[in-house]
């Protein structure tokens, strides 16, 4: 399946002002998706109304940020007839276009239609990484814009500015009037995202792609058609952009070099430094980030121990294994980042000691578990499974378990309604020197509006702990359940 199929011809480019245009906004976010986008087309003059499918209550936190603006709300549902009229259609990433009628409407209608993410990449006049992956992007561009500010602080750098946005959460539509043509853009760039870039028929100058291993099963027919919309990040290069590469499945390596041919771009692999970097983040998993960041800077020409001060001094991103506190020679880490099993696959292996997990969400039982369940056989104390998928998240972990020797059978399992008590039950399992991990492994859309709130929820609870844990009841086993550790 090619998404990009879908798309007009790459003549039919966005314009370069939408003052006094009729311009539609699919798709507002519970994350923000749409907010920058539709700042920026008011503040251009543009007539703008929102669809969205979420209720206003879902999209609180996004329409706060509206507020101010005199723009056209359509929300619950998205209605065919604001379709009437409309110049433009700017479509949210989020959107899945291949299943979702009201974008086939916008096509059937011949409706002019873009992305926030080629509107900001044709009117970027900076210099743009773009940079992608399966796992660790975000990590990977806050390492980068850090490690880049530093170089421009101990000057001898070729560049004037570092702005860091796109898919990390920052719109930086609104940006464009100050980055200049000598500054650099770090620019995370989604699957979702990339999609659509073919349809202005450009790359970034410097293409990054962490690493490519199955992910997003249920957005996409299969991982080859998942390979395709990220290697968009290379498709129409301009002569003398620079590709470097981390970790890919065999089958990501070969399609990207098939992307490549024969054409005059530089292929960079990601190479694992002489000696390890020294980070405040755990986790391999961050050792290859750090290994990515560095041969980004080797080719930007940095200093090398520079950059490696810069990795050394990061202190992580929000809900991606962040550290919370320490209680009675416990560690807390919040990693509600984690949607997938295969992300908490890498955040359990980032501990090398007892680790009593809070899994579950919305269920999803058509992802594989079973390499996570391995995993946990081998990193936890406890497991607690909370969310919609708290019951049969335990039920097809005692199932693999079964009457095995297997180490999973020291593993103790719990299952819960609330975080809150999943909280008071991971205390209650933990000993000195443990972690308390939450990570997921599933989405958020069960009981919270988006990961973040998640984590913060998260947090607020292990904040709110007090006293000793022998305040705390231990949790009654389930019957039948198998002995902690």
Known sequence: MRIESHNPPLHMEAPTSFDGL????????????????????????????VSDQADPESLSKSLDALADLDVTLHLGGHDFDDLNGVDWVVVNPAVHKTRSTFFQEVVRRKVPWTTETNLFCRNCRGRI???????????????????????????DVHYTGVHLGGNIGRSLLNDLPGIRSEDLVVLELSNAQLEDLPRIGWAPPIAVI????????NRYDGFAAYVDAKLNIVRHPSGDNIVIAGDLDPEADGMLR??????????????????????????????????????????????????????RSFGGLPHRLEYVRTIEEVDYYNDSKSTSPDATIAALKSFDRPVVAILGGKQQSEVPWT?????????????????QSSDWLAKMIRKQVGDSDEPLHRV????????????????????PGDVVLFSPGAPS?????????????????IHALTGSSAAVAPSEPTPGQPTRR
């Not at 906004?25 to 543009?46: I, K, P, S």
């Not at 990484?129 to 000057?155: E, P, Q, W």
């Not at 399992?413 to 039950?425: F, N, S």
Request: aromatic share 6%; hydrophobic share 45%; proline share 3%.
């Open 129 to 155: 990484i773009g940079v992608t992956g399966s796992y660790g992007k975000s990590t990977t561009c806050a390492m980068l814009a850090d490690a880049l500010r530093a170089g421009l602080r101990a000057g």
């Open 445 to 461: 859309f069960d009981a919270f509006a988006n990961y973040a709130d998640r984590g913060d929820h998260f947090v607020k609870l």
């Open 210 to 217: 962490t690493n490519l291993w199955p992910h997003h099963r």
């Open 258 to 311: 098939v992307v490549l041919g024969d054409r005059f771009v530089e292929l960079l692999r990601v190479e694992a430094p002489s000696r390890p970097v020294q980070l405040k983040v755990p986790g391999a998993h961050n050792q290859a980030n750090a290994a990515c960041v560095l041969t980004i800077c080797r080719h930007l020409g940095l200093d090398r121990e520079v950059v490696r001060e810069a990795l």
């Open 371 to 387: 390499a996570l369940t391995e995993v946990l056989a081998d990193s936890c104390r406890a497991v607690i499974c909370t969310g």
């Open 22 to 49: 009729r311009v539609l906004v699919m798709g507002l976010g519970r994350f923000g998706g749409g907010v920058g986008v539709t700042q920026w087309l008011a503040a251009q003059g543009a007539f703008v109304t």
């Open 412 to 431: 103790s399992i719990h299952e819960t309604g609330t975080p809150a008590d999943a909280v008071l039950i991971a205390r209650s399992c933990s000993r």
